[in-house]
């Protein structure tokens, strides 16, 4: 693995984002998750937002988290990305999300379908297909 | 005031609706009154998706809520909720949350314009005033 | 699999609940997911909030959701959830979400382990693994 | 007003933040309020994490939002957030929330009463009433 090829993008956490437990509710990671490679694609110069504008989304058809420690108010958790090898259809983030001193807490991945306006599978288009094919991990 | 035309909906808080106060979130309060006035209207016969779905909405212009007590996870509240004598564009829905034992727990009222899909503000058509009219408190 | 080992959970999708999609949001289904197992507890003569004030939570160290369709705003879903065959330590919840006409839109399952007050793995206790017997699917 | 006064923060939309008519939800921006707030404490060197360590927290006793404009996904929006002159035991944050091109979209104001670990009110203690006087707008 090529770590060169992780983003990385921190993520404060909110009150908001705490439960009673006093740690991060469990699924507010996929929520951290969506940050992460919502910034990964922005830094590939290819914000999401664009691809969007443009006619396609990326519909999530499988998340998984592994939930390894917690974390609390007003800690700065690092979220480390990777893109992988993508299909005609589809793509595959990964995720770890670390605190400040390097633990690992969550672990997961999401995959995804390229879809149409008409929420219909896409052929991924040639130009972020490219940029995937440039910056996953070998 | 008229306590027959107070409207109550019943909510269970969920763990995710706490924060690490062990306590509602202030900001989910606003959720609550949401579901509270759907199911308002639903009972007035008018559902907002079908308002929606015939082309307005009703969109927030203000928010206001006052907090005097707490309650935490797994908690029943009661959402008491009152139309207000409508304008041409505009409506008003109070609530009132109460927990198990009849203890007001916080207070508020949210206004709304009556918008179009333009998104320009539009008259509140004629079936909604005429039951908003039916159901104020005077 | 035996059908009666299922519980049932309906949650109308709130405004809150969707994104710009038009859709829910793909974390919320974890929210759904919390939802359905308090309520499976509840009917079991668990109450989960019970299980916490008697000293020991069951946090979450996996959780999977696989996206098959979406359902929009004031749609009311079916939770359908299932226990299966407890550790010492580990309990697993599968769920299946369907909409009004019975179309799977997303199943799943959570993996907890049961801890104790200082946060350390805690053998689960008899009465909730007695109940847990009785309920899985064979 | 004395612009030198207002605290500023920035804060980018997720697809979590918006709902099916592809804006901000409305309850979000008491999130938005609570986050910066909570950098307005820091950059006055009183982060609240560290308020809540030493035994006191700001509970949240009225909120209030007017919604002028939406804003959608992946837009930044900035955060102006002031003091007021505090009480006793009250303290008092307002906000003005504005897009890029510097549009009014909310504003509002959160009322806080200091309280104890026991949840009953407390005088606010006199490094943050000091820090709070000189802060605010004359």
Known sequence: MNNQKWHETKIRIRYKDTDRMGVVYYGNYLTFFEVARAEFMRDLGLPYSQMESEGFSL????????????????????????????????????????????????????????????????????????????????
């Open 59 to 138: 519909a999530v058809i499988e998340a998984v988290a592994k939930y390894h420690a917690n974390v609390g108010y007003d800690a700065v958790v690092t979220v480390k990305t990777m893109l992988s090898a993508p299909g005609k259809v589809r793509i595959r983030f990964d995720y770890r999300v670390f605190d400040e001193e390097g633990k690992l807490l969550v672990d997961g991945h999401t995959m995804h379908a390229c879809i149409g306006e008409n929420m219909k599978p896409k052929r991924i288009p040639p130009h972020l297909h490219k940029v995937v094919q440039e910056n996953i991990s070998t």
